[in-house]
């Protein structure tokens, strides 16, 4: 070729000139023609080269490659070619190692590599197969795993980067991770910048699953400079729109029946119990995708149930293995199809952040996830408990544990304050700090619907803290009634003042004229009576009369107050 030569050195062999044919043993090629140069080069076996081609192979290679593997002599298989290429593109000489357990140690700092080594020109390639794949780790300055990666195919620039399609993926906070079976990874080796981004695809579609918060994260990319405490869940980047705005944490345990539903339109029966029944009968979580196809539908092939397929991966269900048509079935598959029956609790927990910024930062070394753009959440839809955080914040902690400042909302009683935190197990909001605790009364005027519209009274308890019990802890769904739900308890006496323009022209300064609240619980939220509004205490009259017991109860004008009559020596002043 015209802008490629091939040179053998310190090799000895037979030419046949009518065949064409050169049989020869030993000599070395080196990769001179790339910009690796001499260090790296290649001592030979037996090989034969057809002069009328422009490649040849040698399946008895061995690789020397000092930067690489120090002294270290690699066995394997080298071939070469005469290819009109640039220098920075050339993809020749070529070698692949017979050993698929190499260990490399010396990509970068803390970087450690496991599996095949393949050199193509100048690039290096890490391979493994399908079931016993290469491997990549990284360790901090302390040796603590920081990050784990599986992949058929790695592309390794030693101390520049490493690059891989696929990876199976593990971001490690102590004993906690991150994991994602199938996701797009590039680290730089140099700042030690990490970027897991989801494909398009197949088993790319998960979401991200956390174990520290027991969620999974339906997000597109996450960004980790392996140095700092700061981990990047959908970042903001100036250079270019963010793929989505949006960014949905579920609980592990969430179900909503109408997502069940509308997976059944594929076929006559729901196609997760469908699934969880032949698991049940086959005994193993891998499946046959055209034997599931069949099952869903007798008429159905593999190309029937694709988009199903594709739809399951991207909500959790399963993973599927389009060459292999395999499907694995993950746990949700069985929550879902148990929820269904009612026969396990479940929870609604699905966290939804929108915003144009960075959607959550994790700190590595509190574990917490900070938030932003989260105008709401819903922990029960049957005992109506919702919240909406101030600033739209959201503080996420250990196993779905949550601390946030704002509005709750539960029954017909709103709470409004700061340092308020939900405790996963127990199915409660700790408020440690509550501004105000409004409650309605359903009035005769009715909605469109025809629910009775619910008035605020005219008094509010306000400055005190206690615990708003949304449910049962193991009745998080609500699929038993339990008319005591929600309750708020107080731990702290509660203040109603009087100090509005309207009375008086403002006269009872709260500072002085207030009823003290003492603790109390007050249950069924969603559903009480005029009645059921008492509130025992004592009243403190700036000094009118002296402390006296009382208990409050709604007046005629909706206020929260008491009528007394006074003995007939009167009170002392």
């Known amino acids: 070729r015209k802008q490629d030569t091939i040179i053998i050195m310190g090799t000895s062999g037979v030419y046949d000139p009518i065949e064409k044919l050169w049989n020869g043993e030993g000599g070395s090629v080196n990769w001179t023609r790339t910009s690796l140069g001499e260090e790296v080069y290649c001592d030979l076996g037996k090989y034969q080269i057809d002069t009328k081609r422009a ?35 050339i993809s020749y000489p070529r070698f692949e190692s017979r050993d698929t357990l190499l260990q490399l140690d010396n990509i970068g700092a803390g970087v450690s590599y496991r599996g095949g080594f393949r050199l193509q020109g100048t690039t290096v390639y890490g391979f493994g197969s399908k079931y016993d794949k290469a491997k990549i780790s990284i360790v901090n300055t302390n040796n603590e795993t920081q990050f784990r990666g599986n992949s058929e195919l ?304 005219a008094s509010r308890l306000e400055h005190t803290s206690g615990v708003l019990l949304i449910d049962a802890p193991t009745n998080k769904s609500g699929r038993k009634d339990l008319p005591m739900f929600p309750s708020f308890n107080t731990s702290a006496p509660a203040h109603v003042y009087y100090d509005y323009k309207e009375t008086k022209g403002g006269a009872y300064k709260r500072d002085s004229f207030y009823f003290k609240v003492a603790p109390f619980h007050f249950n069924s939220l969603d559903n009480f009576t005029r009645e059921d509004v008492q509130f025992k205490g004592s009243m403190v009259s700036a000094d009118i009369f002296p402390e006296f017991k009382e208990t409050l109860v709604l007046q005629e004008d909706e206020s929260l107050g008491f009528q007394n009559k006074t003995p007939e020596e009167g009170l002392p002043t």
């Not at 002294?71 to 394997?76: F, L, R």
């Not at 390794?156 to 102590?174: D, T, W």
């Not at 996450?222 to 609980?251: H, Y």
Request: aromatic share 12%; glycine share 6%; net charge negative.
């Open 154 to 457: 790695f592309v390794i620039r030693k101390g520049e980067r490493i690059v891989g399609e696929k990876v199976e993926s593990a971001l490690y906070f102590g004993q906690d991770s991150i994991y994602h079976p199938s996701v797009n990874l590039k680290f730089e080796i140099s700042n030690r910048n990490l970027n897991l981004n989801r494909g398009k695809r197949g088993s790319d579609r998960n979401p991200f699953f956390t174990s520290y918060h027991q969620m999974n994260i339906d997000t597109e990319r996450i960004d980790w400079n392996l140095d700092s405490d700061s981990l990047f869940i959908d970042q903001k980047n100036l250079g270019f729109a963010k793929a989505k705005d949006e960014v949905i944490f579920e609980s592990l345990k969430y179900f909503e029946e109408g997502d069940y539903r509308r997976l059944q339109n594929i076929s006559s029966t729901n196609p997760l119990a469908t699934i969880k029944l032949v698991v049940d009968e086959e005994g193993s979580n891998f499946l046959s995708a055209n034997n599931l196809a069949v099952r869903l539908n007798p008429r159905f092939d593999v190309t029937s149930i694709q988009s199903l397929l594709y739809d399951l991966v991207a909500r959790g269900f399963v993973n599927y293995d389009s060459d292999q048509q395999i499907v694995e079935v993950k746990d949700k598959v069985f929550h879902y199809a148990n929820a269904y029956q009612k026969s396990v609790d479940f929870d609604g927990l699905k966290i939804k952040s929108k915003t144009k910024e960075t959607h959550g930062i994790l700190n590595p070394k509190t574990k917490t996830i900070s938030t932003q753009g989260v105008s709401s959440i819903e922990f029960s839809a049957i005992q109506r408990v919702a919240v909406r955080p101030y600033g739209q914040f959201v503080e996420m902690k250990q196993n779905r544990n949550m601390d946030f400042d704002g509005t709750t909302y539960a029954g017909m009683g709103i709470l409004e304050g700061k340092n308020f935190t939900y405790v996963y197990d127990k199915n409660h909001i700790a408020m440690d700090s509550v501004r105000y605790f409004d409650l309605f009364i359903p009035s005769e005027a009715k909605d469109e619907k025809g629910n009775p519209i619910a008035l605020s009274i």
């Open 55 to 89: 490649n040849y192979d040698c399946s008895d290679a061995v690789l020397n490659y000092s930067s690489m593997f120090g002294n270290k002599k690699v066995e394997g298989y080298f071939s070469d070619k005469l290819v009109a290429e640039r220098n920075s593109e």
